[in-house]
């Protein structure tokens, strides 16, 4: 079934070409335009505000995927709700969605550095067998909207399979 997103041009770092979701984007396009970066700071030469969602970016994520909830940063009061973020912005560009304002970065953007997000999840949970952790996508993006593109929801549900003291909510 052919998905309804349309990219007119993938950006892709190099460091992440032999990944799974890379090699999922590459298969389900095959001939889109390709521009391979050496990093994520390269690909702002490609970016501008018309085309950006037309520009779908396969990079790596620098900072934590893994996070306390944004309720609970602003407050005292803890929900012991976590969020990851694997995916910015969102290709339906509806225009009741605060993402059209409050991403800084209107790309297309899939994370495909997984086995570090990976490590993350494993030294929170490693690190409080006793807690229970829930967790959810869909805070930055509509995690699932491109998912029949990317493959993305598999890998996390064989990785969270295996968690006793996890589940994750994908949204």
């Known amino acids: 079934?052919?998905?309804?997103?349309?990219?007119?041009?993938?950006?892709?770092?190099?460091?992440?070409?032999?990944?799974?979701?890379?090699?999922?984007?590459?298969?389900?396009?095959?001939?889109?335009?390709?521009?391979?970066?050496?990093?994520?700071?390269?690909?702002?030469?490609?970016?501008?505000?018309?085309?950006?969602?037309?520009?779908?970016?396969?990079?790596?994520?620098?900072?934590?995927?893994?996070?306390?909830?944004?309720?609970?940063?602003?407050?005292?009061?803890r929900c012991d709700y976590f969020t990851i973020n694997l995916t910015q912005n969102c290709h339906f560009a509806c225009s009741y969605c605060f993402l059209q304002d409050y991403m800084n970065r209107h790309t297309m953007t899939q994370f495909v550095n997984l086995p570090d997000l990976f490590k993350q999840l494993d030294q929170a949970f490693d690190s409080e067998p006793d807690r229970f952790f829930r967790v959810g996508t869909g805070e930055l993006a509509d995690s699932l909207g491109l998912d029949p593109i990317t493959g993305l929801a598999p890998e996390l549900i064989k990785y969270f399979s295996n968690k006793s003291n996890a589940a994750l909510e994908l949204k």
């Open 1 to 77: 079934m052919k998905h309804h997103y349309e990219p007119d041009v993938l950006v892709i770092d190099k460091k992440y070409e032999d990944t799974a979701v890379v090699q999922n984007v590459l298969n389900y396009f095959p001939k889109k335009e390709r521009v391979w970066i050496n990093s994520s700071d390269e690909e702002t030469q490609f970016i501008s505000s018309n085309l950006a969602k037309r520009i779908f970016s396969l990079s790596a994520h620098k900072g934590r995927f893994f996070k306390d909830c944004q309720g609970c940063v602003a407050s005292n009061v």
